[in-house]
Structures are given as C-alpha cells and as structure tokens.
C-alpha cells in the first residue's frame, strides 16, 4: 500500500502560482512513476503531469506545457506539481497519483494504483 496525501492548495488571481505537494508513505516511493490529474466541477478527471521514477521523464498536457513543471524528490517521497501563468480554466481539485510502470502502463493514462484525496485549487479571475 502507498498513501498519499497532497497539500499546498489555495485560492489564487488569475496569473498567479501554486505549487502542489504530495507526499508518500508506504512502500517504496522510487519504485512508482507519479502523476498529477485534476477534475473541475461536472467534467471529468484529466490528466495534468507526470513523471517517471527517477525524474528524467516528464509528461504534460498540452493545456499545461509551459506553464506547470512536476517534479519529485526520492529521498523525501515527494512530488510536486509547480503551477505558474494560473488561468481560471485551472480551477479544480488536483490528485496525485502512483503507478507501477510496467506492462501496459501509460503515464498519461496509468493505470495508477494510489490516489491522494486531493486538494482544491481555484483560480480567480
């Protein structure tokens, strides 16, 4: 089992900048490629960013290139999600998520074993 927890959501101005953390626990957190999804309200959840195990490979959707960098830190089993240029189209609440990457794994569909209970980001305009 991997618990994550994410933190560091808020209320920000269009323009602004977050930057998510999620935080693992459980087994090791190396082994597992790390994503970041988001859902707004009445849509479905999408996928944002990931990366892989050691942080060499990174992913994005084209809605966030640019302007969102994820990142992780082994020995800290943490990863983040760095969000600048924030648009309100951005609103949403944001999950992290751990997959192993083997298989049919793909980062940007998974499947993602572990999901974090999210946090809440909104963007004002």
């Known amino acids: 089992q991997v618990q ?3 933190s560091g959501g808020g209320l920000v101005q269009d323009g602004g900048s977050l930057k998510l953390s999620c935080a693992a626990s459980g087994r ?10 988001r859902q707004a309200p009445g849509k479905e959840r999408e996928f944002v960013a990931a990366i892989n195990w050691s942080g060499s490979n990174t992913d994005y959707a084209d809605s966030v290139k640019g302007r969102f960098t994820i990142s992780r830190d082994n020995a800290k089993s943490t990863v983040y999600l760095q969000m600048n240029s924030l648009k309100p189209e951005d609103t949403a609440v944001y999950y992290c998520a751990a997959g192993i990457p083997r298989g049919p794994f793909r980062y940007n569909l998974g499947p993602y074993n572990y999901w974090g209970q999210g946090t809440q980001v909104t963007v004002s305009s």
């Open 4 to 6: 994550l927890v994410e």
């Open 28 to 37: 090791t957190f190396s082994n597992y490629a790390m994503g970041w999804f």
